[in-house]
């Protein structure tokens, strides 16, 4: 399946997804989420907030983000917690950040 930036608009969460998918692939792990001003705003509406960004700590009615109070920011509920960066100025949309997954150090036999 081929995704594209206006099927964003759709849905920021299947976009989110896409992208996490596309990293785990990759063998690599998500490190930051972010999102451009316009995809903050359908993010926040899809997650029940229909006219503001909730504050700190808010519940979320639906929809995959969580607050940590130990990052202290909305982190993205995955197969791990992954911090969100909301109302990114640098992007347009949705960019997901990662690293390699670090090789796992093999047992030397005897």
């Not at 995959?64 to 990114?88: G, T």
Request: glycine residues 8%; positive net charge.
């Amino acid at each position: 399946m081929d995704w594209y930036m206006p099927q964003d608009k759709l849905d920021v969460h299947v976009g989110i997804n896409y992208r996490l998918g596309l990293l785990y692939q990759n063998k690599m792990l998500p490190t930051l989420i972010r999102l451009g001003k316009e995809h903050t705003r359908l993010f926040w509406k899809s997650c029940g907030f229909p006219y503001h960004n909730p504050r700190p700590g808010t519940k979320i009615k639906f929809g995959n983000a969580v607050w940590v109070q130990e990052h202290n920011c909305y982190c993205y509920k995955s197969r791990a917690l992954i911090p969100m960066r909301f109302n990114d100025r640098l992007i347009y949309g949705i960019a997901v950040e990662g690293v390699t997954k670090p090789d796992k150090a093999k047992k030397k036999s005897t």
